[in-house]
Each structure stands twice: as C-alpha cells, then as structure tokens.
T-cell receptor, first 110, second 116 residues
C-alpha cells in the first residue's frame, strides 16, 4: 500500500532549529516534495528531492534517503511566521500523482 | 503572474444536492489536479486532467467527476452530496507534461464546501 508518516504536531522556539521527519512506503518513487500551508491558505511549494542527499534553500533544507524511505525538512533560525503545517508528498503513484502525508503542525513560540 | 484561481471560496449545500467547483490554472499550465483536504485524512488526490483528458484518478466514488476545457480551466462536480463530503477542495496546476515529471504543483486557495 501507500503510506506516508509525519509527526502530527511539533513545537519549537523562535530562533531555534527544527527537523520535521517523513517516512514513506509507496509502490513507486519519482521524487519527494515539501509544502508549507498556513491556516486557511493554499499549500506553497518549499522543496523537492529526487536523489539522496541534502538540498539547501535559504533557511530551509530538505534531505532524502531513498534506501531508507526517509526524508526530513530542516528549518533554521525559526521565525514566528514559520508557524504552519508542513506537508510531505511523494510522487509515487502508478501515473505520477502526489501522495501526501497528513502534515505536521509546527508552532513557533517566542 | 496570476496564480491558481478557484471559485467559489465558500459553499453551503444540503445532502442530496450536487455542486460544481471551478479552477483556473496558472497561464500556460496544462496539468490540473484536484484534491480533497479534511482534518482527519489530510490531502487526498481526486484526479488529474491534462489536455482535456483525465489521465489519473484517485480512490473516490463515481459521484466525484471532473472535466477540463480547451483553455485548461477545470471543473469538478460532486453529485448526491453526503455529510462526509464537507471538506476543503484544492486545485493545483503545473507545467508537467508527462505524469512522472516532477514539476511542482501550485495550489489555489480552495473551495470550502459545507454540507448541512
């Protein structure tokens, strides 16, 4: 079957670093995406990994290990505006559709 | 550059009715996907259209259907509405041509559908 797991909620302090993990089991794999979704808003694209390793984009980095079915999103120098849900999604369907995890709600405290 | 536009933003219906939601993709995008988002299940894939053809479908009953027009605009229809259909319906468009390309999907703000 298709399964993507992420923690439901996380809390972190402003200025700190937080790592959001994602594990997946899918019938296929063509890449992994991270999206950010603020309450009441559309998900916005953050990062994409298809090869093993770390992709860095400013304060956000994403890591992938295909052999372990594992990814994480690393957020540095946390700001209050980073309070949002973070969605892990795998391009793993038979015809390339995205399969989403249920999301991790991150709360950043002062 | 205009983003993905979904109308209406909010909709209230009663059980048994039917509803049509509309999505205008980013100019030039030909792939349009629809998702249902609920607190319990997260984002679930409904279907994808490309060049007026449905090329991918999720595990939803036949009450959920869609279509795409020649200008890439898409509509989604739900018939015989049930209480469990209350959700945020999101549309996303992308540049991807092949189903396996990894072009990021760009989401609209969604239509929040409430069934009474």
């Amino acid at each position: 079957g298709q399964n993507i797991d992420q923690p439901t909620e996380m809390t972190a302090t402003e200025g700190a670093i937080v790592q959001i993990n994602c594990t997946y089991q899918t019938s296929g794999f063509n890449g992994l995406f991270w999206y950010q979704q603020h309450a009441g808003e559309a998900p916005t694209f953050l990062s994409y990994n298809v090869l093993d390793g770390l992709e860095e984009k400013g304060r956000f980095s994403s890591f992938l290990s295909r052999s372990k079915g594992y990814s994480y999103l690393l957020l540095k120098e946390l700001q209050m505006k980073d309070s949002a849900s973070y969605l892990c999604a795998v391009n793993g369907g038979s015809q390339g559709n995205l399969i989403f995890g249920k999301g991790t709600k991150l709360s950043v405290k002062p | 550059k205009a983003g993905v536009t979904q109308t209406p933003r909010y909709l209230i219906k009663t059980r048994g009715q039917q509803v049509t939601l509309s999505c205008s993709p980013i100019s030039g995008h030909r792939s349009v996907s629809w998702y249902q988002q609920t607190p319990g299940q997260g984002l679930q894939f409904l279907f994808e259209y490309f060049s007026e053809t449905q090329r991918n479908k999720g595990n939803f009953p036949g009450r959920f259907s869609g279509r795409q027009f020649s200008n890439s605009r898409s509509e989604m229809n739900v018939s015989t509405l049930e209480l469990g259909d209350s959700a945020l319906y999101l549309c996303a468009s992308s540049w991807r041509v092949s189903g396996k390309e990894n072009q990021p999907q760009h989401f609209g703000d969604g239509t929040r559908l409430s069934i009474l």
